[in-house]
């Protein structure tokens, strides 16, 4: 317990502890995860050395000269009362690996027995317990769930219970993505994780006034967007007609006032009878952002996401918003598959020319042979796909599939 409440040097002497088979010797729980391989498509390491990755980069976060990777995490890092929790919570959040069932639950009875046989005190052990059994929420909500409902961010939120775990969660979960591999991280996560964290935060502040539904996330966010539009000389009477065409949809609650100005700007008094396609690179974010504004039409989803995917980029996100005009906003946010970020400038004119060309076509034609082919890591990984329903409303169902990433799939559902 002193080598973990050390200033510096903890990283050090864990490796230390490990490297002589140590820290296996005091810890059998830990022997067993030495030298235990993880058949999955994200793991590049053993368990033992994605562990010992996950401590070193906790303690980067306390390390000033490394500030520049996690601002953010290096900030809220130097505010915790007790680190050595957060490293005995990284040393234990996969320890039970190996052993069948839920890792996360029978590491967290671990990581109690252990605060227990060193004397700490019931509350360190219960956090530390707590952040090795839900050390999986923050990645999950954060990469699956529509970030801008308010529901998800409450139902986080009361999960979370306090500032105190959020901000031990968010540090452990940053720390343990980035020590599964290195080409797993890119600036679009970032984004997630941090909204995530920004918004649950917000939320867990009494002081601060959070919508509790979508209908009144909507009408703040139109209130501060008109409020921006007037400073830029833009009458509320000039985008009626385009805000009322959008007001069945979830255009307002799922964008920000600061996007939804942006997108209004744009497109408020374009012409109804054509196409209408704008791509930037959104450097926030770390992806490029399509934004396409067109008469309806069967199969618009698929003529796109096809299109994309013979340019090579992965859509990260989609949102796509029907409005009342017979005209369709689609909004697409897609990274470089070489890259793992947004694409080059250079290629712009070409994505935009290659998505017009095939909107002009009547129909869609898929054949398997026009696909990408299947990467050959991905092919050795048997991913059964699972399909759920699950009904929100009277009036909304959302189904969710959740199958092997690779090059195709949302082409073929051709929605």
Same mark, same amino acid.
């Given at each position: 317990m002193e080598i973990f409440r050390q200033p510096n040097g903890v990283n050090a002497a864990v490796k230390r502890m490990h490297s002589y088979g140590f820290l296996g010797a005091y810890l059998p729980v830990f022997q067993k995860i030495t030298g235990l391989m993880q058949f999955d498509i994200f793991h590049a390491y053993t368990v033992d050395e994605h562990t010992m990755l996950t401590i070193r980069n906790l303690r980067r976060f306390f390390v000033d000269a490394y500030t520049y990777e996690f601002p953010t995490a290096h900030e809220i890092a130097n505010q915790l009362c007790k680190p050595e929790l957060l490293f005995l919570a990284g040393l234990f959040h996969d320890i039970a690996k190996g052993r069948g069932g839920s890792h996360e639950v029978l590491g967290a009875e671990d990581a109690f027995n252990f605060?227990?046989?060193?004397?700490?005190?019931?509350?360190?052990?219960?956090m530390i317990g707590w952040l090795v059994r839900r050390h999986l929420d923050f990645s999950g909500i954060a990469q699956r769930k529509d970030l801008s409902d308010p529901e998800v961010i409450t139902y986080f939120a009361n999960l979370m219970g306090d500032q105190e775990h959020l901000d031990y969660l968010y540090l452990l979960t940053v720390a343990d993505v980035c020590a599964t591999s290195e080409n797993v991280w890119n600036d679009w996560k970032n984004s997630l994780f941090l909204e995530l964290y920004n918004q649950t935060s917000n939320a867990l502040d009494l002081s601060i006034s959070v919508p509790k539904s979508k209908s009144k996330k909507?009408?703040? =966010?139109?209130? &501060?967007?008109?409020?921006?539009?007037?400073?830029?000389?833009?009458? @509320? /009477?000039?985008?009626?007609?385009?805000?009322?065409?959008?007001?069945?949809?979830?255009?307002f609650s799922r964008q920000n006032s600061l996007e939804v100005a942006?997108?209004?700007?744009?497109?408020?008094?374009?012409?109804?009878?054509?196409?209408?396609?704008?791509?930037k690179n959104q450097m926030r974010l770390g992806?490029?952002?399509l934004i396409i504004y067109m008469p309806d039409r069967d199969y618009l989803f698929a003529h796109i996401t096809? =299109?994309?995917? &013979?340019?090579?980029?992965?859509?990260?996100?989609?949102?796509?918003? @029907? /409005?009342?005009?017979?005209?369709?906003l689609v909004i697409f946010y897609f990274l470089?598959?070489?890259?793992?970020?947004?694409?080059?400038?250079?290629?712009?004119?070409e994505v935009l020319h290659k998505i017009r060309e095939q909107l002009s076509l009547p129909d869609?034609?898929?054949?398997?042979?026009?696909?990408?082919?299947?990467?050959?890591?991905?092919?050795?990984?048997?991913?059964?796909?699972?399909?759920?329903?699950?009904?929100?409303s009277n009036h909304?169902?959302?189904?969710?599939?959740?199958?092997?990433?690779?090059?195709?799939?949302?082409?073929?559902?051709?929605?």
């Open positions: 605060a227990k046989q060193h004397n700490l005190s019931k509350k360190d052990g219960e909507a009408l703040k =966010t139109q209130e &501060k967007a008109k409020e921006m539009l007037s400073k830029r000389g833009i009458s @509320s /009477t000039d985008y009626k007609d385009f805000w009322n065409s959008l007001a069945k949809s979830d255009f942006r997108i209004t700007k744009i497109l408020y008094d374009v012409d109804l009878d054509r196409t209408h396609l704008f791509l992806a490029s952002e096809l =299109t994309l995917d &013979k340019l090579c980029v992965d859509v990260v996100e989609a949102r796509v918003y @029907s /409005t009342t005009s017979q005209m369709t470089s598959r070489e890259t793992h970020s947004f694409v080059e400038e250079s290629r712009h004119a869609i034609y898929i054949e398997e042979t026009n696909l990408p082919i299947e990467p050959r890591r991905v092919r050795c990984f048997e991913t059964p796909t699972e399909i759920n329903f699950h009904k929100i909304m169902t959302e189904l969710s599939i959740n199958t092997k990433d690779i090059p195709g799939p949302l082409v073929q559902n051709r929605l």
